[in-house]
């Protein structure tokens, strides 16, 4: 599976982007989709998870209420809305495709370790 993003940027505080991960290569509604993000000399972390239908999320307690994740199957494309942005959330975000274990929650996804495939990096940089 070969990922894409799009949609990174620069904008102030309070303002909105919405990042896209176009996919290629396997059948796109096999795997389960995450946002991750990583900012300089961190880890990369978990913003996201969406399962294959869509029906399930996971999100990070840091973006809940302000992020919202979709996916378009016959578009094979995964979303990232992204509102309120503030400072904190500049970093690069990569998205990723895990292969889906059935009767695992979604929460499993949270781990950078369930994903078999991943996008290049989009860059966000929120201005105060």
């Known amino acids: 599976v070969q990922l894409v993003e799009s949609g990174g940027g620069l904008v102030q505080a309070g303002g909105t982007l919405r990042l896209s991960c176009a996919a290629s290569?396997?059948?796109?509604?096999?795997?389960?989709m995450g946002w991750f993000l990583q900012s300089l000399g961190k880890v990369r972390a978990i913003v996201v998870a969406i399962s294959r239908s869509g029906g399930t999320t996971y999100y990070s307690d840091s973006v809940k209420g302000r992020f919202t994740i979709s996916r378009d199957n016959a578009k094979v494309t995964v979303y990232l809305q992204m509102n309120s942005l503030q400072p904190e959330d500049t970093a690069v975000y990569f998205c990723a495709a895990g292969t889906n274990l059935s009767f695992k929650p979604i929460s499993y996804y949270s781990n950078t370790a369930r994903y078999d495939y991943w996008g290049q990096g989009t860059q966000v940089t929120v201005s105060s």
């Open positions: 290569g396997d059948t796109f509604s096999n795997y389960v």
